[in-house]
């Protein structure tokens, strides 16, 4: 019975940090208004969260928010990553005070022990959902990058090889063909329209693809580029045809990876095929 009033003091203090929050979150409300609805989901209450990052307790600090921040960076560039790290907060600040409401109302009325065990592993998967999934997400753009990357320096090198420059070049390439990394070279293209020098602009775009391959690649590129067309073709020729071989070994690994992850369900499957005959022949035995 104490046990049961405990929990639903606590039930009604988490219910009344949601309602002030609700209420006092409104001055948030134009931070939020242009958020995507399918996106961040309860888009509305998310001045919840922004509300409770006001408060000590529940403030976005320490490694969460370096590891926010610099996810967020990558995805959103430098001008707004600071907001969608802290908005990515909030979001998961509100689902989780959700959560807690609803599962110690539950726990309190029923006094079952099993809720406090559902609402903690809730409360982990909207922590994978929300926190992980920016970090997911920066992962797949790299993943995506690097398979369409030999391809990409294959048709720069072609044009830079005709008689191009780079700018017009990397432009060509942009806007020919939709996807992960085209969509940072058409960035790097902004970047250039807008004053950035060629150099600064593709090493903004090695960063942002977040791949070691990619980057790399393009601190040669520009040390390249100062040496005029010429070098910057035979490097980009020798570059397309070493990223053609390492894709190749790549799809070799991926192959054997999935072969190795057939084997399991193969064991579980000739398993159950061994103990359909092993029955089968006991039952026959039997008569």
Same mark, same amino acid.
């Given at each position: ?12 203090? =988490? ?91 539950? =726990? ?36 995506? =990058?690097?398979?369409?990357? @030999?391809? $990409? ?17 990397? %432009? ?16 790097? =293209? ?21 791949? @070691? ?17 010429? %070098? ?9 045809? %070493? ?21 399991? @369900? ?15 022949? $006991? ?5």
């Amino acid at each position: 019975m104490i046990l049961k009033i405990i929990l639903l003091v606590l039930a009604t203090v =988490c219910t009344m940090l949601f309602i002030v929050g609700l209420l006092k979150g409104q001055k948030y409300e134009k931070l939020i208004e242009n958020l995507d609805a399918s996106r961040y989901g309860m888009k509305d209450f998310l001045v919840i969260g922004f509300f409770m990052n006001d408060l000590r307790l529940f403030r976005l600090r320490g490694k969460i928010e370096s590891d926010l921040k610099m996810q967020s960076r990558l995805i959103w560039d430098n001008i707004y990553y600071e907001y969608y790290a802290l908005v990515t907060w909030a979001q998961f600040l509100t689902y989780a005070l959700l959560t807690v409401c609803i599962g110690l109302i539950l =726990c309190g009325l029923i006094n079952a022990g099993i809720v406090l065990l559902i609402v903690a592993l809730a409360i982990m998967a909207e922590w994978n959902l929300v926190i992980s999934n920016m970090k997911e997400a920066v992962e797949a753009r790299k993943e995506a =990058c690097e398979i369409e990357f @030999p391809n $990409m320096i294959s048709k720069l090198s072609l044009l830079i090889d005709s008689g191009m420059i780079l700018r017009e070049a990397w %432009e060509v390439v942009a806007y020919g063909k939709d996807g992960e990394l085209y969509e940072l070279m058409r960035k790097t =293209c902004d970047n250039m329209k807008n004053g950035a020098s060629d150099a600064s602009a593709i090493y903004r775009f090695g960063i942002l693809s977040d791949s @070691p391959e990619i980057k790399k690649f393009t601190s040669s590129m520009i040390q390249g580029i100062s040496k005029g067309n010429k %070098e910057l073709s035979d490097f980009l020729m020798r570059q397309a045809s %070493e990223q053609l071989a390492h894709k190749r070994q790549l799809a070799l690994q991926e192959g054997e990876k999935a072969a190795g992850k057939l084997i399991v @369900p193969l064991g579980i499957t000739f398993a159950g095929i061994i103990m359909i005959i092993v029955s089968a022949a $006991m039952q026959s035995m039997s008569f």
